[in-house]
């Protein structure tokens, strides 16, 4: 079965705190990616990645194909960063399939 | 590009009436998807078209949905008649591919029925 799994769930640190957002698939995939839904609702493509490692500011993502597991990360997490943290895979030639996601909360 | 845009924002609809959510992708992307997200559910994928063709509707719950892509830059959702347990926020999205480029999400329609 095709399925995406994401730890934790819940997340609450301080400000300022390293985050690690972690995520793993069931198979072998071309590319995983990574969403960001804000408190309004607005769902934000964050990254999308098949090897290595991507940073934009101070996110940054990883993935390990070998292993099937992809880790976002924050340095210097700031309260703006509150936010849900969705992975999501496609499997074969098919459509995405998405996490549960992760509700991320930094707390001033 | 004004990004996805999609109508109405929030729908408050009665049971058994028609209800009709509208989108219109970026310019230029040949994939539109609809989603449905809920809390015990998550994001789900309802159907997704390609060059304005639908490709899979196997995420569609039930008869009472449909959708069409009349032309490159407009797509609706219909749900006829909308029951309670269809209240979701409901998104669409657009991409130049199925999965290996980004999608762009539109804002949702928050839809309740009563």
């Known amino acids: 079965k095709n399925e995406v799994e994401q730890s934790p769930q819940n997340l609450t640190a301080q400000e300022g705190e390293f985050i690690t957002i972690n995520c793993s698939y069931s198979?072998?995939?071309?590319?995983l990616h990574w969403l960001q839904q804000h408190p309004g609702g607005g769902i934000v493509s964050l990254f999308m990645?098949?090897?290595g490692k991507k940073k934009h500011g101070r996110l940054i993502a990883t993935i390990n194909i070998q292993e099937k597991h992809s880790s976002l990360h924050i340095t210097a997490s700031h309260p703006r960063d509150s936010a849900v943290y969705i992975c999501?895979?496609?499997?074969?030639?098919?459509?995405?399939?998405f996490g549960t996601g992760t509700r991320l909360t930094i707390i001033p | 590009d004004a990004g996805v845009i999609q109508s109405p924002r929030h729908e408050v609809t009665e049971m058994g009436q028609e209800v009709t959510l509208r989108c219109k992708p970026i310019s230029g992307h040949d994939y539109l998807f609809w989603y449905r997200q809920t809390m015990m559910r998550g994001l789900e994928l309802l159907i997704y078209f390609n060059n304005n063709v639908p490709i899979d509707d196997s995420g569609m719950p039930e008869d009472r949905f449909s959708a069409k892509m009349p032309n490159a830059s407009f797509s609706t959702l219909k749900i006829q008649p909308s029951e309670p347990r269809d209240s979701a926020v409901y998104f669409c999205a657009s991409s130049f591919a199925l999965t290996s480029f980004p999608q762009y999400f539109g804002p949702g329609t928050r839809l309740t029925v009563l």
């Open positions: 990645l098949s090897s």
């Open positions: 198979v072998g995939i071309s590319a």
């Open positions: 999501a895979a496609p499997f074969g030639n098919e459509k995405l399939t």
